[in-house]
């Protein structure tokens, strides 16, 4: 079955610092999608992307689909300690669920 | 606050137990999606019900069952509960509208953290 693979799984900066997870997915994704969850808390929805070498930006977040639609990518720019959390891609099942990745548990050290 | 609220908040029980998890929909949304988490660990999907039937399964264990009713909301039912089965669990909505490229937005509730002693 389709396997999601993220790296890294931890991830500490300092604040000001930037960062990046890396998403990739054994077969070709129709989209991708990126969850952030806050520590102890639920997995929110951050956006979705749908074309091949499609970028995305929300503020300080940069989102990217590759090419090939096999990878993507999330770039925080100058990172700020709100910014911490376990940040997730998901890419849709044969059945129309999503596959998450194991996460990157970005930390961000004041 | 997503919509998506599930209760009990915590539950604490011992091996060899059943418990129900419970959780209800966003208004509108058809589907209801089933998710464990445990410690430092990702999002294993576990199953996915719209509109009453099951649609997709993931690695739910036989132990472990679910339904959804006819008003949407579902139930997560774990039984013969093990010390491997504490973990968080998720409950998802979407309204399940999805195109061929796009794929639903889903919401998440809160969770229910399940402890097995």
């Known amino acids: 079955g389709q396997q999601v693979m993220q790296i890294p799984q931890y991830q500490h900066v300092q604040e000001g610092e930037d960062f990046t997870t890396y998403c990739n997915s054994s077969t070709t994704l129709s989209n991708i999608q990126w969850y952030k969850q806050r520590p102890g808390g639920h997995p929110v929805f951050l956006i979705q992307l749908v074309k091949s070498g499609e970028v995305k930006k929300q503020k300080r977040l940069t989102f990217q689909f590759g090419e090939a639609k096999k990878n993507s990518s999330l770039h925080i720019t100058a990172t700020q300690t709100t910014d911490v959390g376990t940040y997730f891609c998901?890419?849709?099942?044969?059945?129309?669920?999503?596959?998450f990745g194991s996460g990157t548990q970005l930390t961000v050290l004041p | 606050d997503s919509g998506v609220t599930q209760t009990p908040k915590h539950l604490i029980t011992a091996t060899g137990q059943r418990v129900t998890l419970r959780c209800s929909p966003r208004?509108?949304?058809?589907?209801v999606y089933w998710y464990q988490q445990s410690l430092d660990q990702g999002l294993q999907f576990l199953i996915q019900y719209y509109n009453g039937e099951e649609r997709a399964k993931g690695n739910i264990l036989e132990r472990f069952s679910a339904q959804q009713f006819p008003d949407l909301h579902s139930e997560l039912n774990l039984s013969s509960l093990e010390l491997g089965d504490s973990a968080l669990y998720f409950c998802a909505s979407s309204v399940a509208r999805q195109s061929l490229q796009h794929t639903d937005t889903q919401y998440f509730g809160p969770g229910t953290r399940l402890t097995v002693l």
């Open positions: 998901a890419g849709p099942g044969s059945a129309r669920q999503l596959t």
């Open positions: 208004s509108g949304d058809l589907s």
